[in-house]
């Protein structure tokens, strides 16, 4: 059983608030490994998970570097020979089209995209081990786009819907749009993510599918957006997601909305660089992939209905959490598989007894 400590540290090291966006570090040792956390909000929101297998690695930053945001370097983990594996993702662009023809088929139509490097970010708030933050710009009105990073100690179930399955490798980050003025009355969003896979970038999302709906009602998928060396092997890290969002915050079944992906796509690694912050203070020459999910089926209410969606979706390094059956599940299935077999085995026995009673009496000698 895994259990790691986390300590949060807001801007490590930094003498002032730096201006443009905070560093958050999330350390979390285990016992011969640690496990670095970094969510930035200079420039594109960018979540940096780096794996080390030792239990005493740090994060070292040089604020001049990392805030010039013109070289690599600003940001280390020593000793580097201790790094396993490295993954960031970057929430680079949200976009918008008209659906006038309600066919949700993303092709034309758009608006300008929202560039979320360009975004007002406020300062991280931190509770327990998550972090909120949230970006305005005047467009949207009153509205805002938010993301939540939740961290974890150990293995566990999120509470709210999608209510994914988690590890302590592991990250959470529900993004979300609330109250943003819609620029048509069909307007539907697309999400831009690009991903850093270490030495091998994230080209492909595999699909998964099971039974079992339990803890997401109606959706029997999951996605995962995957380097090529893959498996269980420890050098690897994913992008986790079930293919649905929310038009509440407090969602029914009847508020889920179904999302679909794109192929992921190679991405210019110098513009990516420049956007983020961390990116161009953590790695030199990424090889950088890009996909967009899209939120809503045709026939399904657009946003200006609730002026609200959710998505959630888990980053992590090793192997991806599977979903394995629920108890309650289990029984369902021993009592739907166990019932035939209970009636047959019943049912020979009371034959054979029926059998052998009948043929009982001619084996008993009357006693005269
Ligand atoms: C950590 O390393 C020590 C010594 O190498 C070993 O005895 C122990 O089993 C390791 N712990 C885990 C959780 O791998
Ligand atoms: C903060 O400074 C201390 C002492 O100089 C150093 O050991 C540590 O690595 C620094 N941390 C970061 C995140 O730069
Ligand atoms: C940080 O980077 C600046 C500019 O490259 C350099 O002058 C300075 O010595 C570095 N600081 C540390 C503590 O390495
Ligand atoms: C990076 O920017 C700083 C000032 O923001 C400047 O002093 C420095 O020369 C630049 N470095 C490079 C490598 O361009
Ligand atoms: C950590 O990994 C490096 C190579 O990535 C290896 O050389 C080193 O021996 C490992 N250290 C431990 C404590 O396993
Ligand atoms: C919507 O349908 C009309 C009529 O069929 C067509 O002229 C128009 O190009 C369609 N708009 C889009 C965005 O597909
Ligand atoms: C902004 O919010 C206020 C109160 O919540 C509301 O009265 C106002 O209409 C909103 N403005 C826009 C542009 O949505
Ligand atoms: C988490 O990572 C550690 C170190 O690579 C590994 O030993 C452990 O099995 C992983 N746990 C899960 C649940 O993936
Ligand atoms: C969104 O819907 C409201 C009524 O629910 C309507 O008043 C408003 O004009 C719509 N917004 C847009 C951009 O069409
Ligand atoms: C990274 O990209 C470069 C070219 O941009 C390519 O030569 C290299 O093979 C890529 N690395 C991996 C691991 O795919
Ligand atoms: C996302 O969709 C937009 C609009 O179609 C497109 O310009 C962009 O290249 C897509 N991004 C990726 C990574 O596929």
Not at 16 to 31: E, F, I, M, N, T
Not at 181 to 208: H, I, K
Request: glycine share 8%; hydrophobic share 40%; net charge negative.
């Amino acid at each position: 059983y895994r259990m790691l400590k986390l300590t949060l540290q807001l801007n490590p090291n930094s003498t002032s608030v730096p201006p443009g966006g905070d560093l958050l570090h999330v350390r979390a040792v285990g016992d011969n490994d640690t496990l670095h956390f970094l969510w930035c909000s200079q420039g594109a929101p960018t979540l940096l998970i780096v794996h080390t297998n030792t239990s005493n690695s740090l994060v070292q930053v040089n604020w001049t570097q990392f805030l010039s945001r013109n070289v690599s370097g600003g940001l280390s983990v020593e000793p580097q020979s201790s790094i396993q594996y490295s993954i960031a993702v970057v929430f680079s662009r949200l976009l918008e089209y008209d659906d006038a023809n309600d066919t949700a088929m993303p092709d034309s139509d758009f608006f300008p995209p929202y560039e979320l490097q360009n975004l007002n970010w406020n300062r991280l708030e931190l509770f327990d081990a998550k972090a909120r933050l949230c970006g305005e710009t005047p467009e949207f009105g009153n509205g805002s786009l938010c993301l939540t990073l939740s961290v974890f100690d150990s293995d566990g179930r999120a509470e709210s819907w999608p209510r994914l399955l988690h590890s302590a490798n592991s990250s959470q980050l529900e993004v979300w749009l609330h109250g943003i003025m819609p620029r048509s009355a069909n307007s539907r969003f697309l999400l831009e993510m690009q991903a850093v896979g270490g030495d091998f970038p994230l080209s492909r999302v595999d699909v998964r599918q099971f039974i079992d709906d339990e803890f997401t009602p109606s959706i029997f998928k999951v996605s995962q957006w995957v380097s090529p060396v893959k498996g269980g092997s420890d050098v690897s890290g994913y992008v986790q997601w079930k293919p649905v969002a929310y038009r509440q915050s407090n969602p029914a079944l009847e508020d889920a909305t179904p999302c679909r992906y794109s192929d992921p796509q190679t991405q210019d690694g110098n513009a990516t660089a420049a956007s983020s912050a961390l990116i161009q203070a953590f790695f030199s020459q990424p090889n950088i992939t890009g996909l967009n999910v899209s939120f809503g089926l045709a026939g399904e209410p657009f946003y200006n209905s609730t002026r609200f969606l959710s998505w959630t979706m888990l980053v992590g390094v090793g192997a991806p959490p599977v979903d394995t059956f629920s108890p309650i599940v289990l029984a369902i299935m021993a009592v739907g598989l166990g019932t035939p077999m209970i009636l047959l085995l019943v049912g020979g026995a009371l034959v054979c007894l029926h059998k052998r009673r009948h043929g009982s009496p001619a084996t008993y000698q009357p006693i005269n």
